[in-house]
């Protein structure tokens, strides 16, 4: 029998509960994470359930398959076609909708796409197939570009190139608060992030915006300590870019695998899908590494290339979503024309979208009833 894990205990979530109760504010608040699986802990468990009425906690853009650009996945899906390359993807990647179809939509008109777990997935892939180009889809936050930068630093064969998709978190953040009419009262960021970057990147939070920050683990309890951490914060009138996930997140980060990502990586302007673009909030390969980049190598008339605005489909609310303007319910076609098995929009797709978690909770509280 497997011994309780204290992060999930009923007595220590209902004290936390009873503890955000008593610091419940004069206003309503909203709170923003920036992680899907916070939302997936926060959803499976019920835990908006446990908070105060006038405390909202609202999701952001913590999906990476679904901010990444439909012209990355469409160049994705031509290198396949079209160069005859062996595209390794990772699997939430393969049904994201696009204009032009899916990366699964190609694998079944006989592109060799491959969905993978590692990026070193890709390396073996390269090696057991020298003749062909294999081309990484590389796509993630600051978590997994540690994962691909560590394969560059590697050494790679000639035949693996890298298609990177990495956006970074902070930037994102500071956008968000730049949109007038999207009201934010503190974030809760995810501590995988912070396990690899730690917290520099986020004083600017409570130092320029007076805006409360918390890092927070994936147990429940990590999460309703984040919430509570953020509401003392505001009654106290002191925003303080705290740390609720301390047996996993030195302030410094890891040091080694920054140096790594710094090491492979140059920080760009970036698109967001259903977002636009973003100062400094993505990842290029650096120029040494230019030989293994597939964006110069196969495109490089494209170098230049504008993304359509939002490329979200008509009737799709994901941008919408993704900014923490509506819930997913607020979407016309939600469980309706947009399901998780026939996804219409990028959130419906990912484990981490925000419309695929809260659909399977809403199929769930249906079956249930």
Not at 92 to 107: E, F, I, Q, Y
Not at 185 to 208: C, R, S
Not at 241 to 253: D, M, Q, S, T, W
Not at 303 to 315: A, K, T, V, Y
Request: some cysteine.
């Amino acid at each position: 029998m497997l011994t309780a894990n204290r992060y999930r205990d009923k007595t220590v979530i209902k004290d936390l509960a009873l503890a955000i109760g008593d610091e419940s504010p004069a206003r309503p608040l909203k709170i923003m994470h920036v992680c899907g699986t916070h939302e997936n802990t926060i959803s499976r468990y019920g835990l908006r359930e446990l908070l105060p009425e006038d405390v909202e906690v609202i999701a952001g853009p913590g999906c990476p398959v679904c901010v990444c650009p439909e012209t990355d996945i469409s160049r994705a899906i031509k290198l396949a076609l079209e160069h005859s390359a062996i595209v390794a993807a990772f699997g939430d990647m393969m049904r994201v909708p696009t204009a032009k179809g899916s990366l699964a939509d190609a694998k079944a008109d006989g592109a060799d796409i491959r969905a993978v777990y590692s990026p070193f997935d890709s390396l073996k892939i390269a090696y057991n197939n020298p003749e062909k180009e294999v081309v990484l889809f590389a796509v993630g936050f600051e978590t997994t570009a540690c994962g691909v930068a560590a394969l560059v630093q590697r050494g790679l064969p000639p035949n693996l190139s890298i298609l990177t998709s990495h956006r970074l978190i902070p930037p994102v953040m500071e956008f968000l608060l730049g949109i007038g009419d999207l009201h934010i009262d503190g974030f809760l960021i995810p501590g995988h992030v912070t396990t690899v970057m730690g917290l520099k990147e986020y004083y600017i939070f409570p130092e320029a915006y007076r805006m409360p920050v918390v890092t927070a683990g994936f147990e429940p309890a990590d999460v309703l300590t984040g919430v509570l951490k953020i509401l003392r914060q505001i009654n106290n009138g002191v925003p303080l870019c705290e740390n609720a996930y301390e047996r996993a997140v030195a302030p410094e980060g890891n040091k080694k695998a920054q140096k790594v990502i710094g090491d492979v990586f140059d920080i760009v302007p970036a698109y967001w899908r259903g977002i636009g673009r973003i100062p400094r909030s993505g990842l290029k390969l650096k120029d040494r590494f230019s030989e293994h980049d597939a964006f110069r190598k196969f495109f490089p008339e494209n170098m230049h290339e504008i993304p359509r605005p939002l490329d979200i489909n008509p009737d799709c609310s994901c941008h919408l979503v993704m900014i923490g303007k509506i819930n997913p319910t607020g979407c016309p076609i939600f469980g309706k024309g947009c399901r998780p098995d026939r996804p219409y929009g990028p959130c419906m797709v990912s484990m981490d979208g925000t419309c695929r978690i809260m659909a399977h909770g809403f199929e769930n509280t249906v079956k249930n009833t």
